[in-house]
């Protein structure tokens, strides 16, 4: 999916002309620091909304208190309506080493999510890689690296290729981004259009199978088109997951449990299959009359799917 990140130096936006040149998600700058907030967001936010554009706020995340940063930036989006996750914008050590830069984030996601929040991480490849350490890997990345058709980063749910796009409704340059379905929060069913034969839950899954390097029977990865035929069949029928697996397949198992009623705790759709996960699997495969053994194969995955 297209999409555009703004922020106050994006004046005077026709976000009817964005929507109609083919852009589907806007990211809007809500604050930075603990005392900044974006004089055009409110206003950006409700054109954005009018013209029927999906939206998501981010940070830009300084060196202070990260709590302090992340009450700031809740206090500055309450009452308006997201359907994207809430991004953590890090791209500047700012004088500070890899633990200090990764501790600020950790906290700053781990307060979000304390407050009912799904979260994201938005940085460049090359200071995710060298200025970023495990314990934030597990946050949901958008990535931004200029001039390639693909980023280092592996996997992530949304990619910056352009800092200096140009887009119908914007005046000036912009960034372009491309997202994928898991930048939406798990609340967040997106529309299937009901002349169409594609299910986007069955093209998420078919982009997780494919990042985990599941194959249909002649090896071949599947197209990623959100219809349900023979070869994407055919990885269902490959589907076993279960206890401690940490992969993107995982992440989407979760988004799917999440968004169909069935809490996976609180670090939400982290990619880990943990105690909360499994318990999150039993109950819902005892919903659906199946054998609670917590194990994710071909059956749970078909249920998971519809």
């Known amino acids: 999916m297209k999409g555009i990140d703004i922020a106050s130096y994006q004046n005077n936006v026709d976000f009817q002309k964005v929507k109609n040149s083919g852009i589907e998600i806007v990211y809007i700058k809500a604050t930075e620091g603990v005392t900044y907030r974006s004089p055009l967001m409110k206003s950006q936010y409700g054109g954005a909304k009018a013209a029927g554009l999906k939206i998501g706020f981010y940070h830009y995340l300084r060196s202070n208190n990260p709590i302090s940063e992340a009450t700031h930036f809740l206090g500055t989006v309450e009452g308006l309506l997201a359907n994207c996750k809430y991004v953590i914008d890090v791209e500047d050590a700012l004088g500070q080493t890899k633990a200090q830069i990764s501790s600020n984030v950790r906290q700053f996601a781990d307060y979000l999510i304390s407050n009912g929040k799904e979260v994201c991480v938005y940085s460049g490849d090359y ?29 992530y749910v949304g990619f910056q290729y352009s800092s200096s796009g140009k887009v119908d409704g914007v005046n000036g340059l912009v960034d372009l981004d491309e997202f994928n379905s898991d930048i939406f929060l798990s609340s967040y069913t997106v529309p299937v259009n009901p002349s169409l034969p594609v299910d986007i839950v069955v093209k998420s899954f078919q982009y997780a199978a494919n990042l985990v390097g599941i194959t249909d029977k002649n090896g071949n990865s599947l197209v990623e088109d959100g219809i349900r035929g023979t070869h994407t069949n055919e990885v269902i029928a490959k589907i076993l997951v279960t206890r401690k697996a940490h992969n993107e397949f995982v992440r989407w198992m979760q988004q799917r449990l999440i968004a169909l009623g069935f ?35 071909p059956l749970t995955t078909t249920q998971l799917l519809k």
């Open 263 to 297: 809490s996976c705790g609180k670090p939400g759709a982290d990619g880990y299959f943990g105690f909360n996960t499994l318990a999150a699997v039993q109950n819902f495969q005892a919903s659906r009359g199946l054998k609670p053994d917590g194990i994710v194969g």
């Open 127 to 155: 200071f995710y890689a060298h200025n970023l350490d495990n314990s934030v890997k597990n946050i949901p990345l958008w990535v931004a690296h200029y001039g390639v058709s693909k980023p280092d980063a592996t996997n």
